[in-house]
């Protein structure tokens, strides 16, 4: 089971934290690539979270199911409108299994990186491919590693320097193990937390699919289906899984 990063503190301020992602631009083209691989059919997301996309998903008329590790983050998601509707699952997302066949599992906002290995992250894609009905899509949203922006002998680039916010990513080049350190000032003390991670590449997500048995059909550098090119910082990737 991996470490449960998101308790006590962290998960009480989650929505707060990341507040520019709950708004309509962050969401509504994400919802609108979302609402159209479910057609219609069931979703799943893989680390529901609050519910940041599986509450307005729902509202969109998608039948949508969850994993999730944290106890936390799903008691504030059941605190919120619709939020007891939702089935959600507690456990791993590599591993936990729930009833039914979906056409749509989706896993977004760089989560697939909180799998500490390369065997837990195939066996998120394995476990996604056992989830989908024939035809069904899986999505994926994730960073492309910023490693080029690192000069010759650094392991550590800062990502955030607001007021009320410092944040510093630092790289094993080695490992792929890699954390990301947060500073947040709140009620004028500053409370910090790391988030470790291992960062992986398009190439390697797409040969992780393979395994598992989907092939890709889609990636972008972002939620409006912009190319995905050379300075890309982000992308989102669709793979399929068979219809026979």
């Known amino acids: 089971m991996p470490d449960n990063h998101f308790d006590g503190w962290v998960a009480q301020s989650y929505d707060a934290h990341e507040a520019d992602m709950f708004e309509p631009a962050a969401l509504d083209p994400m919802l609108d690539v979302l609402t159209e691989l479910s057609g219609a059919g069931r979703a799943l997301e893989f680390a529901i979270g ?8 729902a509202a969109r008329g998608v039948d949508v199911a969850g994993i999730e590790l944290s106890d936390a983050m799903v008691r504030q998601l059941r605190a919120k409108q619709g939020g007891d509707a939702l089935d959600v699952a507690i456990g791993d997302m590599s591993t936990t299994r729930v009833a039914g066949r979906f056409s749509l599992v989706y896993l977004v906002f760089n989560t697939i990186m909180n799998l500490m290995t390369q065997d837990a992250q195939v066996a998120c894609f394995e476990n996604a491919a056992h989830h989908l009905a024939p035809g069904g899509h899986f999505v994926v949203e994730v960073m ?4 080029r922006r690192l000069h010759p002998g650094e392991r550590v680039r800062a990502f955030a320097t607001d007021p009320t916010h410092l944040g510093f990513d630092e790289y094993d080049l080695a490992t792929q193990a890699a954390a990301s350190h947060h500073h947040y000032l709140e009620e004028g003390a500053w409370r910090s937390f790391t988030m470790p991670f291992r960062y992986v590449w398009p190439a390697e997500l797409d040969l992780m699919a393979r395994i598992a048995g989907l092939a890709l059909v889609d990636r972008w550098q972002g939620w409006d289906r912009a190319p995905f090119e050379h300075e890309s910082r982000r992308h989102v990737s669709i793979w399929q899984k068979p219809l026979a």
Do not use: I, M, Q, S
Not at 50 to 57: D, E, H, K, S, Y
Not at 144 to 147: G, H, Q, S
């Open 50 to 57: 609050t519910g940041r996309v599986a509450l307005p998903l």
């Open 144 to 147: 492309v590693p910023d490693l």
